[in-house]
């Protein structure tokens, strides 16, 4: 075991003194299962990064005071050793406030309601709490050897994060507060630098970082400090009943690129690899069970093209570059109106040079060290020997998948089902009292539910019982949902926002309108109070046999149909290892489990909004969920699942994750890194010409091609059509070159084809194959 020290200075990270370019993506350990960490942080590896970031969460380590978790899912150490395994740093944001679009922003619940406390501000019983948790982190590092300075991978910690916006409000108990922070965690000795993210006052020796979908702008707050971006945004976390945000590659590796141009030496993307908020992991207001984030990774761990490949690609330019990069600061010519040049220098002779075009609408011809070269609209060309562009921020040259949910062979057997009784309460654990409280501070977050109950008397002579207008009921709730039941019968849904937020549940008002003799405030009157539902007092979502829930048999299904259900059901583990995902199309709100353990939340609301423009492949209502493997026996898993609105669960079924079929599309004048040498002297020589690349997931071979075309074909990947020039051969050539194989190459050239099908015409080769089981599968 080799330790290393970890400094900086105002250009880079310094590791065992050598400045580093560093590249970073933030994968989160809960959000995954321990089986899938290596599979990510190996392609995370591959595609050319080396950190992996994440947080750390304090409310899943510490669910009560003094009592730690650190199994499965959160199981920190083993997720940094096999960040180890794998060659790579880690950067360990401890926090421990993370947001995150985790619950309750990673702090627990408890913490609320240690006395006198008051959240990230110049407060001892909050400090004494937060630093108890720090050290408790930092110390089982320490033990376990992970910080570079004992040869594990932490090259970086951070504390705090994203606190900036709530120093200036607080103003001297937020600055006090910020600084205490700083100072206890320096004063930890790990060894390794520390960071605050978006905090401009970070005092010294803190580096103060950039989060954004853009940070070229950005600068430390002193010139000593490194520029680092630690969340370069690839996309953004959806909501129920929200759009699926995209961020095309080609704007995310543009910004990267002019983050790097202007002096920046370490990007995180925020995220390399989203995941699941498995279980009542997400937090608010509205977060999906879903967190893929369009990342390179995407939430089943698979590779998400062009988005990975262009990346990798990216990050293969600006290696090339960094013993330029890291050696001072570039110079910068101006080359038009809206085109510049950035040059960096060694004093080895190294030259490396960024091409930057920033006009969103116009690509444009530059003369640089004697050359013309055209610049796509919004991007940058990289130049690692100040002579020639190995990549294009704009230009793809990697291959574009298609995904989708196929059915398994896996039938859900002998459907079960359990109804919650609306007629009475656990007189042990219900109390009353007059006046509504806070949904949080009744249940200490021990449950997603909580019953509010009242009685209203009515006069049997009131109008609305004779015929007349019925009488409403309004209620003010900041739950995530609201279901009112009358009676025992479901009278109505209220949909609200800030399910996070310090004030959760009913607050009121609650007016009855209608009346004969007028509304009827029913704010401060007698309130009873139940937490939970009977199903999780009674455990129904447990394995064990022996349980005391009576279940009736599926064929009363069809005739229920009922709000507030518990339903059961068995399965088989399907053929091979495509990741697995729940289709819940058929049913509306609840919570889901397999062999007792929570897949999450699911909604199957619709999106708002008009997404006719978007041309995305995704479905805009979510109703895939993430089925881990490791989770599943070969045969007899058990499927329960809590249903709050009603729906059918007879056409719940078991879908795989599948490539269906892969496009490339590229021009014969193409440039990748890979098609260039470097030789001893500095210089470099193109080797080949450029060639597409088509390869299917594992277990897949190309079975045919849907599309192929050399000339001048137009379209997108699912969509590609013939141009006005195309060579004959094409279909031929790509056939004979892929069908059957699972990667084949296709060099571009007139010659590949037969001759040119229309000379002095840039023209470029479009292909989709479709990707298929080989015959053994």
Known sequence: MISCAVTYDGKAIVINGRRRILLSGSIHYPRSTPEMWEDIIMKAKEGGLDVIETYVFWNAHEPSPGNYNFEGRYDLVRFLKTVQKAGLYAHLRIGPYVCAEWNFGGFPVWLKYVPGISFRTDNEPFKRAMKGFTEKIVNMMKDEKLFESQGGPIILSQIENEYGALDKKFGAAGYNYMTWAAEMAVGLRTGVPWIMCKQDDAPDPIIN??????????KPNKAYKPTIWTEAWTGWFTEFGGAIHKRPVQDLAFAVARFIQRGGSFVNYYMYHGGTNFGRSAGGPFI??????????????????????????????????????????????????HQQAHVYYSKFGHCAAFLSNYDTDNATRVMFNKKHHTLPPWSISILPDCNNIVFNTAKIGVQSTRMKMLPTNSQMLSWQTFSEDLTTSDEDSAFTTFGLLDQVNVTRDASDYLWY????????????????????????????????????ELSGINIGGHYESWGTGVLGPVVLYGLDHGKRDLTHAKWSYQVGLKGEAMDVVSTHAMSSVEWEEGSLIAQQNQPLTWHK?????????????????????????????????????????????????????????????????????ILVLFEELGGDPRRISLTKRSMTSACADMFEYHTNTTDWHTESNGKMQPIRRPKIHLQCSPGLLISSIKFASFGTPIGTCGAFQLGTCHARASYGVVSKRCIGKERCAVTISNSNFGQDPCPNTLKRLTVEAVCAPTSRG
């Open 209 to 218: 970082t950039c989060n954004g979908f853009y940070c070229d702008a950005f």
């Open 288 to 337: 999906t069970t879903s967190y893929d984030y369009d990342a390179p990774l995407d939430e089943y761990g698979l590779i998400r093209q062009p988005k990975y490949g262009h990346l990798t690609e990216l990050h293969k330019a600006i290696k090339r570059c960094e013993p330029a990069l890291v050696s001072g600061d570039p110079t910068v010519f101006s080359l038009g109106a």
């Open 453 to 488: 109950i009242t009685s209203v008397d009515v006069g049997p002579s009131e109008s609305f019982l004779h015929g007349g207008e019925h009488p409403k009921l309004l209620v003010q709730s900041t739950g995530h949902a609201l279901h009112v039941f009358i009676n025992g």
């Open 569 to 637: 059901a068995y399965f088989n583990e399907p053929n091979g290892n495509e990741p697995l995902a729940l289709d819940m199309h058929s049913m509306g709100k609840g919570q889901v489990w397999i062999n007792g353990q929570s897949i999450g939340r699911y909604w199957t609301a619709y999106a708002t909004g008009d997404c006719r423009r978007c041309h995305y492949n995704e479905n805009y209502r979510p109703t895939k969920y993430h089925v881990p493997r490791s989770w599943l026996k070969p045969t007899g898993n």
